[in-house]
């Protein structure tokens, strides 16, 4: 029973953060209509206890199920089994997450159909499952994971010259909003999986983080290619963004989401797994809560936080930039607190370490990471105007440099935080909010603007993990050199 | 039962998620220095819960060594300190420990206070992952009230394999069970018959003296010295 509560207690001081923000923007920016107000309660609520048992029936069902696949594909010990799985579950997994599809309809939308939904979500699809049997292949042969994405940035960079300057962004947004809440504790489940079984605890230690880091490399690379083919760069198409999010809608899509991973369960356990009937009801338990929990959660994601998000926005079109950037950066710094990948992260590090890294510092380094990336964001659209590419080359070339400074584990922790942070909570409300700004009150967007928000979350945080592993690193040594001193 | 007394005692501390710091620095307040501290998961055996499947709390379990008289009173405070008389808040034992290498705390052993009679014993059966299950089953069956499940791995040099570049080892669960003495031989011949332990790569069963435990719900609370 305390440990229930615990959760609970846990996910509510999360959620109070975003809730306290709020509401001081109501009283000393400006105030909401009641209704609105209202419905960011309820929301808020909705929110809070969704967060709450999703993360249950993820601790009972997705991440024992991710890892007995991990562990199943790899003992297979032949090589085509485990390639195989590994692009069929990224593919399956992919096609299934609400969140990318929601991206790729606006990419149709604001491209003015040039660039197809179906065969965005396709290659997208396609690169995961390419990409997660990559990572997996990298694991088994000891691959270093530096030589990876060294390996995938070189190829990023190279496709980046060839592809119109506003459209980096849409590659990045897109690849941020793939790992979502359903893939993410899955795919960090399967690498957990793997790595637990290795004979060297270290190896184990860093072999558990990566594999989001390299998916989303993927995706990148996938829509990149595709937009080697769209030359329009220029584009300033005016459409209407749509709000509508239906109970039922929303529903299905966590339906829709969850669905792959449902049947693989099942037919998993009936064809190899064949657990014990007690253990196997847990599994079924697990995803009856998952789904109740990513329902409320999404529902009050959509119903509460998305207006009021993206009247903060209107509201401070106005205002002073000082004003802008504090409240763009308390936004990010707090909203990622209620992000759910995250504390699936940040969880599977305290347990992986054992404690040494410490849940609460990664928590801190991403939330500061997004606090910066909305202020550089902010910096970009408001203050000066200058393509998303200055932002993300210098970004990730200091990414790939710091990689050769900070720890090994903390390469794959940082890579995997890029991902992790632009879920669902950026996908919604700090986009919300940055298209608020970026639009006024007509509900009026441009290419331009529209996207590049999810690309600098997705950044930032891999730098500030990966400094943070650089100052354990000097803590590290000073500790143990005071100890030989003494 | 006498138990060999050289005035070191190891202090196991089993709490909640989280609470593995409050212990430490209870301890520490009680010149209980260092502390090592690594994950399992508790057993509950309440009926919804378990129905729900919501029935496998974290649990961090935290070793401290020491001697015997700073053991006794750090115990005590941790006890008090964390609530342990109510359910769910966690159980601390100490169990006679032969000596301590590497520790400042090792030249302080305490006065050799007579033997510590012992009434309670540590149960600990590792198994191949998965099988802990079984375990409990067996445990429960034969009078065990709680146990505490460890995730680890490796075992003897001739079961290291390889997949492909990946050295790996066969994955383990040890069952940690505290039972009285007159339960030790019921629980453990029940496992070792349902588990088939006396054959070769079965697993191993070890029992140790505990010297004091507090915050069980058995019967026997706090055994007195």
């Known amino acids: 029973m305390y440990e229930l509560i615990k959760k609970f207690r846990d996910v509510f001081l999360a959620v109070l953060p975003v809730v306290a923000v709020v509401l001081v923007s109501h009283f000393f920016l400006s105030p909401f209509a009641p209704a609105t107000l209202g419905h960011f309660f309820i929301g808020a609520l909705y929110v ?5 048992v999703f ?53 149709d939308l604001l491209t003015g159909g040039d660039i197809n939904m179906l065969s965005l979500v396709g290659i997208v699809a396609l690169f995961i ?3 997660i049997a990559i990572g997996l292949f990298r694991i088994l042969f000891a691959i270093p994971l530096y030589q990876i994405f060294l390996g995938c940035y070189a190829i990023i960079f190279l496709l980046m010259l060839f592809v119109g300057d506003s459209l980096h962004a849409i590659a990045f947004d897109v690849s941020g909003a793939t790992t979502g809440a359903m893939t993410v504790p899955f795919v960090l ?40 083919f769209y030359r329009n760069g220029s584009h300033t198409t005016i459409v209407n963004v749509n709000t509508d999010h239906e109970f039922l809608t929303i529903a299905l899509q966590a339906f829709v989401g969850l ?152 390469v794959g922790m940082a890579f ?7 879920g669902p909570i950026a996908a919604t409300f700090i986009l919300a909010f940055s298209q608020g700004i970026a639009l006024g009150n007509d509900n009026l967007i441009r290419l331009d603007d529209a996207f590049g928000m999810i690309a600098t979350v997705a950044l930032v945080p891999v730098l500030m993990v990966e400094i943070l592993g650089v100052i354990y690193k000097i803590k590290v040594r000073k500790a143990v050199q005071a100890h030989e001193n003494q | ?55 496998n709390p974290k ?43 590497g520790s400042s705390t090792a030249g302080t052993k305490s006065q050799n206070e007579g033997s510590v009679p012992s009434v309670m014993k540590a149960i600990y059966t590792i198994v191949d992952r998965g099988k802990a299950d079984l375990v409990l089953d067996s445990a429960f069956s034969a009078g065990a009230t709680g146990a505490t499940i460890i995730n680890a791995r490796g075992s003897g040099i001739h079961e290291t394999e390889k997949i492909f570049q990946m050295p790996i080892e066969p994955e383990k669960e040890i069952v940690l069970i505290l039972a009285d003495n007159d339960l030790v031989d019921k629980i453990t011949d029940k496992i070792r018959k349902d588990l088939e332990i006396d054959l070769a790569g079965k697993g191993i069963i070890f029992v140790h003296d505990v010297a004091k435990a507090y915050g069980l719900r058995s019967d026997v609370k706090n055994i007195k010295a």
């Open chain 1, 189 to 228: 489940a399967i690498a957990l999986g793997i790595a637990s079984m290795e004979k060297s605890g270290k190896g184990a230690e860093k072999d558990s983080f990566g594999l989001i880091g390299i998916a989303s490399a993927g995706a990148v690379i996938s829509v990149l290619l595709l937009l080697l």
């Open chain 2, 59 to 101: 649990r961090e379990i935290v070793l401290m060594a020491g001697g015997a008289k700073e053991s006794q009173l750090a115990m005590q405070a941790i006890y008090s300190k964390l609530k342990m008389a109510k359910s769910g808040q966690g159980i601390i034992y100490s169990c006679p420990l032969g000596d301590i290498i």
């Open chain 1, 55 to 107: 993360l249950i029936g993820i601790e009972i069902a997705i991440t024992p199920l991710g890892e007995m696949v991990g562990k199943k594909i790899a003992r297979s010990k032949k090589l085509w089994i485990i390639l195989g799985s590994g692009f069929l579950l990224g593919f399956l997994i992919t096609i299934a997450e609400p969140d990318l599809l929601v991206v790729s309809s606006l990419v």
């Open chain 1, 259 to 410: 669905l792959p991973l449902f049947i693989l369960g099942v037919a998993g356990n009936l064809l190899f797994f064949k657990l014990r009937y007690r253990n196997f009801r847990r599994i079924l338990f697990g995803f009856f809560y998952t789904y109740v929990g990513l329902l409320l959660f999404l529902y009050g994601v959509y119903s509460g936080f998305l207006d009021v998000g993206r009247l903060i926005g209107t509201e401070l079109e106005t205002k002073a930039i000082p004003v802008i950037l504090l409240v763009g950066f308390c936004l990010g710094f707090f909203a990622i607190l209620a992000e759910p990948a995250v504390y699936i992260l940040t969880g599977q590090i305290n347990h992986v370490t054992s404690g040494f890294v410490s849940k609460r510092l990664v928590l801190l380094s991403l939330a500061l990471g997004v606090g910066i990336a909305l202020v550089l964001n902010l910096i970009r659209t408001r203050v000066v105007d200058f393509p998303i590419f200055y932002l993300l080359l210098p970004g990730y070339l200091l990414a790939l440099g710091l990689m050769f400074v900070a720890p090994k584990l903390f």
């Open chain 1, 129 to 131: 499952g390419i990409f």
């Open chain 1, 416 to 422: 995997d935080a890029g991902g992790v942070a632009s």
């Open chain 2, 1 to 55: 039962m006498k138990t060999n007394d050289t005035g070191l005692a190891l202090v196991v501390a089993i709490v909640p998620e989280g609470s593995a710091k409050k212990v430490i620095r209870t301890a520490r307040e009680n010149n209980l220095s260092g502390a090592t501290v690594f994950f399992g998961r508790g057993t509950c055996q309440k009926g919804i819960l378990t129905f729900l499947c919501l029935d």
């Open chain 1, 48 to 52: 809070w206890l969704g967060l709450s």
